[in-house]
């Protein structure tokens, strides 16, 4: 079991940064892949990004290839999403998730089985 908490959301310009934090608890953070997903209004949740146990393998959307930028510290339970040049079509509400996996390139939102309550991204043209 792991519980995980998102923070760093908020509302930023066209073109400005973020930075998203996932703290996790629970058993050992190393044994999980990590991901990004996002679910603007009236959207289904689409996939943003992962990473595999060791941080040594991020994978992205292509709309975001350059942009973002995950990484994780698994000494401190902790993943992040760098957002950068962000667009209005960013716009959303972004969750943490985490999947008991060594695999890499993981993206489907069915591998993962842990989901942090969401935190909310605007992007202001």
């Known amino acids: 079991q792991v519980q995980l908490v998102e923070s760093g959301g908020g509302l930023v310009q066209t073109g400005g940064s973020l930075r998203l934090s996932c703290a996790a608890s629970?058993?050992?953070?190393?044994?999980?892949?990590m991901g990004w997903f996002r679910q603007a209004p009236g959207k289904g949740r689409e996939f943003v990004g992962s990473i595999n146990w060791s941080g040594d393998r991020p994978y992205y959307r292509d709309s975001v290839k350059g942009r973002f930028t995950i990484s994780r510290d698994n000494a401190k339970n902790t993943v992040y999403l760098q957002m950068n040049n962000l667009k209005p079509e960013d716009t959303a509400v972004y969750y943490c998730?985490?999947?008991?996996?060594?695999?890499?390139?993981?993206?489907?939102?069915?591998?993962?089985?842990?989901w942090g309550q969401g935190t909310q991204v605007t992007v202001s043209s």
């Open positions: 629970g058993r050992a953070f190393s044994n999980y892949a």
């Open positions: 998730a985490a999947a008991f996996s060594k695999a890499n390139g993981l993206q489907n939102e069915r591998e993962f089985g842990y």
